[in-house]
Nanobody, 124 residues
Framework: QVQLVDSGGGLVQAGGSLRLSCTAS????????MAWFRQVPGKEREFVAS????????YYKDSVKGRFTISRDNAKGTLDLQMNSLEPEDSAIYYC?????????????????WGQGTQVTVSS
């Protein structure tokens, strides 16, 4: 059983940056593909970015490509999401997630464990 704790959210102006972090415990971190999802109230949770077990492959939602960077440190059991050039449309609760499947999969059903979420608010 893997426990995930998200952190790093906050309030930022449009064009600014934030770095989200996720700390894992209770399992072998390198056995899992990792991802970030986000959710706005009243909408479905959506895929943002994912990274393979050893970090060699990454995938991104089209609207965040070139602005967001996902990374992981298997020795520390941490996952990060560097978010630059933030837009008001990026405002959401962000969740990290772990999957036994490949990072290629982008559905919420493909992920087994979830963090509690961290709020990101981008003001215009």
């Amino acid at each position: 059983q893997v426990q995930l704790v998200d952190s790093g959210g906050g309030l930022v102006q449009a064009g600014g940056s934030l770095r989200l972090s996720c700390t894992a415990s209770g399992g072998t971190f390198s056995n899992y593909a990792m991802a970030w999802f986000r959710q706005v109230p009243g909408k479905e949770r959506e895929f943002v970015a994912s990274i393979s077990w050893i970090g060699t492959s990454t995938y991104y939602k089209d609207s965040v490509k070139g602005r967001f960077t996902i990374s992981r440190d298997n020795a520390k059991g941490t996952l990060d999401l560097q978010m630059n050039s933030l837009e008001p449309e990026d405002s959401a609760i962000y969740y990290c997630a772990a999957s036994r499947k490949s990072a290629y999969f982008k559905g919420t059903d493909d992920y087994d464990y979830w963090g509690q979420g961290t709020q990101v608010t981008v003001s215009s």
